[in-house]
């Protein structure tokens, strides 16, 4: 093994017997660092990337077990065995109980020795086995509650991780149900702020006449009906993560106010001259275009600059249809656990008409249908009429175009008749009502042949 390669281990004994000892024993297999002195090791520990140290629990300038704490506060990663010249179980269990990996006796055996390192760097490599398991998990299904496997939201998971870790703001856009609210929770689950707390103000939700309120609270007489002092959400999220839901809502004096906010990280109560600093990270989310709001002077161009800093665009599920499937075995799952009953499955063809819709609503509007379908299907299977037409959201019609809306269910309604036959053409065309050539040409336009 070249010498780079193979691992260090730092002898620290007060006696120049033992150490070179131990160095004849270990110099053939591993870098060998020596030193007579926790001052030495020190030393050497802070200059040398040490894996495995040999500490004697005697020496004459301190404590082995004193110098064991700081050397595993430096690096939790090094293994620690100590020597002892004497059979003190008393120190060895403490040394233990702080860290070390095993303690061994002088005079030494020579294969004891040897074995008892070789256990530790096993321990040693199979941690860092663990700890890249997971993280390969992580990137698999890197946060709880999300799944997707498409390429764009692969790129989305990796930027979670990354701006996770940061303060900058961020903008997340996207079309209603895209998991915009899902993504910032993700954001600020993973990152330092996660034991603090994460405060959703929905701008759509709050009247603008209660906004300055609700968010930089007020103290008590600040205005008729102040009959208290009321803390506000920004004061709540102090440490922790804002998340300024369907922001495109805000009014537009508001959003000079908080574009103040963002940059100065200061506000007042109403009512009150004392200003309050507080420490939050914001997360915006929009589900329009904010550009188009710009150009109509709706949105402030800068404020929209200062939330970008980070942009995040959530695709919508209709432009990922490989998450379909995975998104609706997930939504089964989850529903088989909540239920205790056993999870339901998807017939092929049923499958397909799913994945072939084109979810205005996204995946709030597959959720919604899964619910749905698990409550409603008697069968384990869930089949082609069972999602079609009258269970594919209905209301989400009003979102598509005449034309969309009709081929949607002439495509259920035909599929339900085909099905009903046993899929003979000749039964369908008389029950719709059509000649068998055109059942034909409205098969192959709806893609309903590849169904059978
Ligand atoms: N990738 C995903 N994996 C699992 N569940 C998801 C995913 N994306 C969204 N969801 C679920 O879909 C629902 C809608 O997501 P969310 O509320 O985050 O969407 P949104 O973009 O904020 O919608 P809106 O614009 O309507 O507020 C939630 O129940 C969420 O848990
Ligand atoms: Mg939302």
Not at 92 to 118: M, R, S
Not at 148 to 153: A, H, L
Not at 297 to 312: A, G, Q, T
Request: a neutral charge; glycine letters at 6%.
């Amino acid at each position: 093994m070249n010498k780079d390669d193979r691992s260090t281990i730092l002898v620290v004994d007060d006696e120049h017997g033992v150490r070179q000892s131990f160095n004849m024993v270990l110099k053939d297999e591993y870098n060998v660092l020596l030193a007579g002195t926790g001052e030495e090791m020190t030393e050497i520990f802070t200059k040398n990337s040490v894996d495995l140290i040999l500490l004697d629990i005697l020496l004459p300038d301190g404590n082995g077990l004193d110098l064991l704490a700081n050397l595993k506060e430096t690096d939790p990663n090094v293994e620690i065995i100590m020597v002892t010249a004497v059979n003190d179980v008393q120190a060895a269990v403490k040394a233990i109980k702080l860290g070390a990996y095993e303690y061994i006796i002088k005079p030494f055996v020579v294969d004891e020795v040897l074995t008892v390192i070789k256990r530790a760097f096993e321990k040693r490599s199979l941690k860092k086995e663990v700890a890249y398991l997971r993280n390969e998990l992580e990137r698999y299904q890197p946060f709880e509650a999300m799944v997707g496997q498409d390429k764009k939201m692969l790129e989305i998971f990796d930027l979670i991780s990354t701006i996770s870790k940061s303060d900058g703001t961020v903008l997340i856009q996207g079309e209603s149900g895209t998991g915009k609210e899902l993504v910032a929770r993700a954001i600020h689950n993973r990152g330092p702020r996660k034991n603090n707390p994460f405060v959703v103000i929905n701008c759509a939700a709050i009247p603008a006449t209660l906004m300055e309120s609700e968010i930089f609270g007020y103290n008590r007489g600040a205005f008729t009906g102040a009959s208290n002092t009321s803390i506000g959400k920004l004061e709540i999220s102090d440490k922790g993560t804002v998340f300024l839901d369907d922001i495109d809502s805000l009014d537009i004096n508001m959003q000079a106010k908080l574009l103040r906010i963002i940059q100065e990280k200061e506000f007042e109560r109403l009512g009150s001259n004392k200003i309050i600093k507080v420490d939050v990270r914001f997360v915006a989310a929009s589900n329009k275009d904010v550009n188009i709001m710009i150009s109509q002077n709706k949105f402030r161009e800068d404020l929209f600059y200062r939330l970008n800093v980070f942009p995040i665009k959530l695709p919508p599920l209709r432009a990922r249809k490989d998450d379909i499937p995975l998104l609706l075995n997930h939504f089964i799952k989850l529903n088989a656990q909540n239920s205790g009953k056993p999870p339901k499955k998807i017939s092929e063809r049923a499958m397909k008409v799913l994945i072939d819709y084109h979810w205005p609503g996204n995946v709030r509007e597959l959720q919604n249908l899964v619910e749905r379908l698990c409550t409603i299907t008697k069968d384990i299977v869930i089949r082609l009429e069972d999602v079609a037409p009258d269970n594919v959201n209905k209301t989400d019609i009003k979102d598509m175009t005449l034309k969309e809306a009709v081929s949607l269910f002439e495509k259920g309604y035909i599929s339900e008749t085909l099905e009903s036959v046993s899929w003979n053409r000749k039964k369908t065309a008389d029950k719709l009502g059509i000649h068998r050539n055109t059942l034909l040409a409205k098969t192959t336009e709806l893609g309903l042949n590849s169904l059978k």
